[in-house]
């Protein structure tokens, strides 16, 4: 889900889907729809440009909940909680009812929240006049799913090669000597980890758990930072785990 979320403009991913020479690409699910063909859906024919649309609602209603839940944008709970409620167009006296806090508390979050996005346009700006989108980048790609991006994300491939050795008893099979202490070496260790668990696919617990145990005894620790640290999401029962 949401694999190559940060190839697309903002525009492309605010509305869920992309166009290229060929067609269109769900960037929720990566299906593609060709210009060459027409497609049934629900009993209706459409023309690609009309089908990508159609698949998102059908096959994604909760597109914009996934989009807050599963990629990098530095907002807190309670503000993932506020957005979701902004969404479906209730007022502020009406989220802090929900949410139970005060109406100025929802007020306040709703001027953070604008602001916030004031200056990510700003800096967007700034980035592509600094930064070649071709140049070669020497530091690992930042997991989607990551939520608080700071200092611990800033690896190059290097010092993931070598902390790799110091990680790892073996990578095929793959066996984690300890779990480390240290933040970045975590998220090395987790990156890696989360390989074993493939893309679009549910999991049930005791099926995560049989993986993490051929990996490392303590599981229940590797299964709490995998949520924890984004590389994986569950249901609110925690019946279901996925890779983000």
Known sequence: MFEK???YSVNEIKRGYAEDEEGFVCLC???RFSKD???LLDNHFYKANKAVIVHLKQA???YFDLLLEHTSHGCTERQIEILKAMKQGYKDNEIARLTGVAAATIRHQRFILKEKARQAKSYLAVAESVFDPDENDPYVKIHEGARMVDERYC????EEAKAMVSLFLSLEPLKLKQWPAKDK???IALRKICECFERNHEYTEKEVNVILK???DDIASLRRALIEY???ARSEDCSKYWRT
């Open 214 to 216: 051929n990996i490392f």
């Open 60 to 62: 994604h209603p909760d």
């Open 37 to 39: 063909e027409i497609y």
């Open 5 to 7: 979320i940060y190839d």
């Open 230 to 232: 984004g590389f994986m």
């Open 155 to 158: 690896v190059t491939e290097d």
């Open 185 to 187: 070496k975590k998220i």
């Open 29 to 31: 699910c990566q299906e």
